[in-house]
Structures are given as C-alpha cells and as structure tokens.
C-alpha cells in the first residue's frame, strides 16, 4: 500500500527536494505541499496522508502549532525535519503530538526510512536528538518547560499510577523501551518473538494514553519510573 506523504517548508527549492527523494521509492507517494504551517494543517485536511514532513519554522503558523492542529484532527503522523535541534523546539514538538524529529542533514535514505517508520506505528528521533533528551532527563526530574501549545499533551502520571494499570511483563518491556531498544531488540532480551514485543508495547500505549513510543519514553522518565 502506497504511504502517501504532504511536505511542509517554507523554501521551494527544499520543498522540491524533499519530494524528489521520496519520489525515488515507489512506496511513497508525495500527495501535497505546503510553504506555510497554516497551509500544512489545510492540505492535510484535503489530502489524508499517513506522513507529514513538517520544518518548524515556517510563516503564519510554525511547525509546532501546525503539527498540534494537525495531531488534534487527523490520523496523520508528523515527523519533524529542521536544521535545528534546541531543545525547546522538540520538547515543543512533542507535546504537539509530533512522532519523529529528524534533522535536515539526514542521508536521503534515512529520510525515507523515517517516514516509512512513522507509517508503520512507530516513532522516530535522530540520534542527536535522542542523546539531548536523555541528558535533559539526567539532568532535571521532570521533563522542561515548553512553549504552550494547543495540542496533545502527555498525561499527568507517578510511578505507581503507571504500574497499577500494566503487567510485570509490560512493565518489563517498559524498561526497555525507555533504553531506546526495537521490537527485535525487546524480544531477543525478554526471549519474545518481536510480534509478542509489539503488542506489548501497543497495549501500553493504550492503558497509559500516550500516542507512539516516543511519548511512552518520555512519560516512563517523567513519572519516575525511569531514572536516568
């Protein structure tokens, strides 16, 4: 099945070269374009893609407001593309609801990887921007302040109202999940077959209301169930 995808920046050059990459993968299918992030939440509505790529910084609306109006109506997940990586801009981003943040420096066929993983149900962030988080998360108790926006946030928890609502054995994949390990990787450690692993980890993300597995890292280091 054809993963269709709409582009978000606010330069046409880039634009063009975002569609041209995806366009060498005959499972993905560029479906729209927008310069603005008002233009993105738009053509999302008109056009249904599974995949938006979306720059945070654009006119009208950013990228972060844009992907908080798009996670709140729509099915489709957002995977950030910026040359930045300040620490406001992805905790910004997820709170908006965002599944992914790559930087634009990315190789092309680690582009098209991302958004087939973020078609698939999966989350994704850059390995820069993974290293951030988990030293943000080092370094303070709770995730930092973000710039306010209207969109998905993540559910208020403890430790103990998490594990009150999981099994040992979700609580255990959990863990791991929180250590940045794949399906593959959970199950080689749990000796589960992967398809076990992702369904443990589907079911935590609906007992504990968070939308990817991004999210479900964040919230496991929030609670505190995490230590760093």
């Known amino acids: 099945m054809t993963i269709r995808v709409v582009v978000a920046d606010d330069q046409r050059l880039v634009r063009a070269g975002l569609a041209g990459i995806l366009g060498t993968d005959p499972e993905l299918a560029v479906v729209g374009e927008a310069a603005t992030g008002r233009e993105a939440a738009a053509v999302t509505r008109t056009t249904a893609p599974d995949v938006v790529l979306m720059d945070i910084r654009m006119p009208d609306m950013d990228g972060i407001e844009a992907t908080a109006a798009i996670t709140c109506a729509s099915a489709a997940r957002v995977l950030m593309l910026t040359t930045f990586d300040l620490a406001e801009y992805v905790y910004g981003a997820l709170r908006a609801g ?15 990887a991302g958004v087939k993983v973020l078609a698939g149900g999966d989350a994704l962030l850059a390995p820069a921007i993974t290293r951030r988080l988990i030293a943000d998360f080092a370094a303070v108790s709770v995730l930092p302040a973000a710039p306010a926006v209207t969109g998905a946030e993540l559910p208020a928890k403890d430790a103990a109202s998490v594990t009150d609502v999981i099994t040992d054995r979700e609580h255990q994949v959990l863990l791991l999940v929180a250590e940045g390990l794949s399906n593959a990787e959970i199950g080689r450690r749990l000796h589960i077959s992967p398809g076990t692993a992702k369904t443990h980890v589907a079911r935590l993300l609906a007992k504990l209301g968070v939308r990817d597995r991004v999210h479900l890292v964040v919230l496991a280091y929030r609670s505190g169930l995490v230590k760093p």
Not at 98 to 112: R, T
Request: proline share 13%; aromatic share 6%.
């Open 98 to 112: 965002a599944s992914g943040f790559l930087l634009k420096d990315v190789p092309p066929a680690d582009l098209i």
